[in-house]
C-alpha cells in the first residue's frame, strides 16, 4: 500500500506540473500527458450537474480548456494539500486542495482555493481519473 501511496502522489505531481506549464508564458500544453491521467470514460460532478464525457472529447477539448484559463487571468494551480484514501488494491480517493493565482488588470493578483476530489483506478499499473467532483472556488 505505502508503494501506491508514493504512486498516487507522484501522479498528482505530474499533474500539477502539466496544469501550470499549460497555463505559463509561453504555455506548454501537454494534450496526450494530460489525456494519459484520464480514463476512457469521465464523469465530472459540480454544483450544476453530472457531465459524463469520453476520453477523445476530453483531448480534443484541452487546449480550450488552458486556453480559456489564461483568457481569465490564470497563472498557476498549487496544490495545497492531498489526502489520499485506498479503496481498495485497484481504487484510490485523492482529496486535493488547490490554490489558484489569477492576474489580471481590473482585479490584481487574486487567490482562489478549492477543493477536487478525483477518484482514480490503477490500470496496466497506471493510475487514471475516472471521476472526479469539482468544487467550489473561493477567492481571497
Do not use: C
Not at 481498495?88 to 489580471?104: I, L, M, P, Q, T
Request: net charge negative.
Amino acid at each position: 500500500m505505502q508503494n501506491r501511496r508514493r504512486e498516487m502522489e507522484e501522479f498528482f505531481a505530474g499533474y500539477e506540473a502539466r496544469v501550470n506549464a499549460a497555463l505559463g508564458d509561453p504555455p506548454v500544453v501537454d494534450v496526450e500527458g494530460m489525456a494519459e491521467a484520464y480514463a476512457e470514460h469521465v464523469i465530472e460532478a459540480h454544483p450544476g450537474g453530472i457531465i459524463h464525457f469520453e476520453k477523445e472529447q476530453f483531448r480534443a477539448a484541452i487546449p480550450q480548456v488552458f486556453e480559456r484559463q489564461r483568457s481569465i487571468g490564470a497563472k498557476s494551480m498549487r496544490m495545497v494539500s492531498l489526502e489520499i484514501t485506498p479503496v481498495d488494491e485497484h481504487h484510490w480517493s485523492g482529496k486535493v486542495r488547490w490554490e489558484a493565482r489569477y492576474e489580471r488588470e481590473d482585479t490584481g493578483v487574486v487567490l482562489a482555493e478549492f477543493d477536487e476530489t478525483y477518484l482514480v483506478q490503477t490500470v496496466g499499473g497506471q493510475p487514471q481519473i475516472f471521476a472526479y467532483i469539482a468544487g467550489t472556488r473561493k477567492g481571497s
